[in-house]
T-cell receptor, first 110, second 113 residues
Framework: DGGITQSPKYLFRKEGQNVTLSCEQN?????MYWYRQDPGQGLRLIYY???????QKGDIAEGYSVSREKKESFPLTVTSAQKNPTAFYLC?????????FGPGTRLTVL | DQQVKQNSPSLSVQEGRISILNCDYT??????FLWYKKYPAEGPTFLIS?????DKNEDGRFTVFLNKSAKHLSLHIVPSQPGDSAVYFC????????????FGQGTELSVKP
């Protein structure tokens, strides 16, 4: 049963704490992506990785960091430098001309 | 600079009628377009796509039309069903950018029984 998993579904953190969001895929895709969705806005690209041990900044990378040590995994860390971290975070991976999305993580910073 | 725009944040349609969702783009180099459907608190799911070499693609109740000269695409759903109620995103990609997608803001479709 192939797909993308994100955990946890809901995450609460105190302001000033770093938090890491998990993303795992068993689709054997090379490329993986992190997006953020805010109300009334589309999906905005945070970081993406086209191959293991390589990643690039997207449109809104400030305050975020990623790693890609394994093909299957692309964790996203939301750091204390991110000024407005409360949002819905989506991970995706790429097949030819199509992106598959995980179920998302709702992060709320209190 | 919003390269992909969905200017209607919401659309309400009666069950059985046609739903038409619109999307405009500014970059004439985009060569592939996709539509995604998204329910609240879930990830988007792929619906239908179209290459820039075509002007129409049909899949069941869903048809996407591409007008390259106007830089406009539209998604037609007919007949509309209550289960189609969701947020629809259009997205565009450039072949030489490794699969990066640029999304519109989304249109929330409500199909009323």
């Amino acid at each position: 049963d192939g797909g993308i998993t994100q955990s946890p579904k809901y995450l609460f953190r105190k302001e000033g704490q770093n938090v890491t969001l998990s993303c795992e895929q068993n689709l054997n895709h090379d490329a993986m992506y992190w997006y953020r969705q805010d109300p009334g806005q589309g999906l905005r690209l945070i970081y993406y990785s086209q191959i293991v041990n390589d990643f690039q900044k997207g449109d809104i990378a400030e305050g975020y960091s990623v790693s890609r040590e394994k093909k299957e995994s692309f964790p996203l860390t939301v750091t204390s430098a991110q000024k407005n971290p409360t949002a819905f975070y989506l991970c995706a991976s790429n097949s030819v001309n199509e992106q598959f999305f995980g179920p998302g993580t709702r992060l709320t910073v209190l | 600079d919003q390269q992909v725009k969905q200017n209607s944040p919401s659309l309400s349609v009666q069950e059985g009628r046609i739903s038409i969702l619109n999307c405009d783009y500014t970059n004439s180099m985009f060569d592939y377009f996709l539509w995604y459907k998204k329910y609240p608190a879930e990830g988007p799911t792929f619906l239908i796509s179209i290459s820039s070499i075509k002007d129409k693609n049909e899949d069941g109740r869903f048809t996407v039309f591409l007008n390259k000269s106007a830089k406009h695409l539209s998604l037609h759903i007919v007949p509309s069903q209550p289960g189609d109620s969701a947020v629809y995103f259009c997205a565009a990609s450039l072949n030489n950018q490794g699969g990066k997608l640029i999304f519109g803001q989304g249109t929330e479709l409500s199909v009323k029984p």
